[in-house]
């Protein structure tokens, strides 16, 4: 598949599937998607190695945009991309938007053939200023 993978990475497993089935029902199976969420207990939380496989699920050689919700989930995307590692990483970003509408945003731009620059700007677009 050539179309920017997405990932959505919550603290919420909850809201990380829920996210990923409106980007699928509103994308279609255009668009390489994977979700990760939670602790592995049932609480709240992230995992490096939960968005590692969540990145593979969704890898594209189109690149792979990260669409997170808070703090913690960013910093845990940024070292699943370090341990990633080259030459995939260069291919992998983290956005900085809101993450329903952000996933959904990037996905459409994504189902269209739009580079990983294009799909992650459009998904900025979405960030308050």
């Not at 996933?103 to 799909?119: I, N, P, Q, W």
């Amino acid at each position: 598949m050539s179309n920017v993978g997405i990932v959505i990475v919550s603290h919420s497993p909850l809201v990380a599937e829920g996210t990923a089935d409106m980007v699928r029902q509103m994308v279609g199976d255009e668009v390489p998607l994977a979700w990760c969420g939670g602790n592995g207990h049932g609480g709240l939380g992230t995992s490096v190695e939960a968005i590692m496989g969540a990145i593979d699920k969704a890898w594209s050689e189109a690149g792979v945009a990260i669409l997170v919700d808070l703090g913690g989930a960013e910093t845990n995307s940024e070292m699943a991309i370090e341990m990633i590692g080259e030459p995939r990483s260069h291919r992998i970003v983290v956005c900085n938007a809101p993450i329903v509408e952000g996933a959904v945003m990037a996905a459409t731009e994504s189902s269209g053939g739009a580079s990983l620059k294009e799909v992650v700007a459009t998904a900025h677009e979405l960030s308050p200023s």
